[in-house]
Nanobody, 127 residues
Framework: QVQLVESGGGLVQAGGSLRLSCVLS????????MAWFRQAPGKEREFVSG????????HYADSVKGRFTISRDNAKNTVYLQMNSLKPEDTAVYHC????????????????????WGQGTQVTVSS
């Protein structure tokens, strides 16, 4: 069974940076496209960024383009999210998710495209 564990969240001032990590266990991460979602208090969970299994293609929500960078190290079974120029509106719980080959017909932003989720890591950006 696939398990995902996120880390790297915390409290940071506006304009600062954080790097999130997500370690996949139970399978080889190269079997999966990977994504980051976030959920702010009182809001729906939303897609942030995704990366194909090989790392060859990346996708970003418009709200984070140019500020966030997703990457992966398949040898370490880990996916990362480098977050720069953070804003208070980036405050949320950030979850990583794994998309298997069987679900690749679903769009990146759709939660149904993923069959494994982490518990999340809190990111708080103060103004």
């Amino acid at each position: 069974q696939v398990q995902l564990v996120e880390s790297g969240g915390g409290l940071v001032q506006a304009g600062g940076s954080l790097r999130l990590s997500c370690v996949l266990s139970g399978r080889t991460i190269s079997m999966y496209d990977m994504a980051w979602f976030r959920q702010a208090p009182g809001k729906e969970r939303e897609f942030v960024s995704g990366i194909t299994w090989s790392g060859g293609r990346t996708h970003y929500a418009d709200s984070v383009k140019g500020r966030f960078t997703i990457s992966r190290d398949n040898a370490k079974n880990t996916v990362y999210l480098q977050m720069n120029s953070l804003k208070p509106e980036d405050t949320a719980v950030y979850h990583c998710a794994a998309r298997p080959d069987s679900l690749r017909g679903n769009p990146w932003y759709a939660e149904r495209a993923y069959d494994a989720w982490g518990q999340g890591t809190q990111v708080t950006v103060s103004s």
